[in-house]
């Protein structure tokens, strides 16, 4: 079985499983238009505390739909890494300054060269905890986790 197959048939359980699916086809398979908007995760600060992190460990609900700003706001060069997240999550989009990126596979990382933020949309899929980190910085405190339940 496929990654993308097993993702749908975990969206189509979560969906039985709230009782979901008794609503039409169409809003069924859109868990999108529902979507929770997390606190943002924010790298640095702008009185030049580079290395603190505000929302270090994010808590979701497998079956749910998130909106979350990533944003940097310190002057270092921030590569966020959270690649065992997002390859148990299913993305909707990447949204960099009102324009959107769509894709059938998760991004290796975000990076950020200078302040500003991304925000990704995408449905909780597998329960557990996946770290994160600014690769390079994580003896500076660049770490956290996102806690799938």
């Known amino acids: 079985m ?9 969206a189509l359980a979560a969906l039985l499983a709230t009782g979901s699916a ?3 086809p169409a809003q069924a398979l859109d868990l999108t238009k529902k979507r929770q908007n997390l606190p943002d995760l924010v790298l640095g600060n702008e009185e030049g505390n580079d290395f603190v992190v505000e929302n270090r460990e994010i808590e979701l609900e497998s079956g749910k739909a998130y909106r979350l700003r990533i944003v940097a706001k ?3 060069e921030y590569k966020f ?3 065992e997240f997002f390859r148990n999550i299913w993305f909707n989009q990447i949204v960099i300054q009102h324009l959107e990126i769509h894709g059938s596979g998760p991004p290796d990382h975000l990076e950020f060269d200078d302040p500003g933020e991304i925000a990704i949309e995408f449905v909780a ?3 557990g905890e996946y ?3 600014a690769r390079g910085l994580e003896a500076k405190g660049m770490t ?3 806690i799938v339940k």
């Open 2 to 10: 496929t990654r993308t197959m097993r993702l749908a048939a975990l």
């Open 22 to 24: 008794k609503m039409a």
């Open 74 to 76: 310190g002057r270092q």
């Open 81 to 83: 890494y959270a690649t």
């Open 125 to 127: 899929i597998k329960p």
């Open 131 to 133: 770290p994160w980190s």
């Open 144 to 146: 956290g986790k996102f």
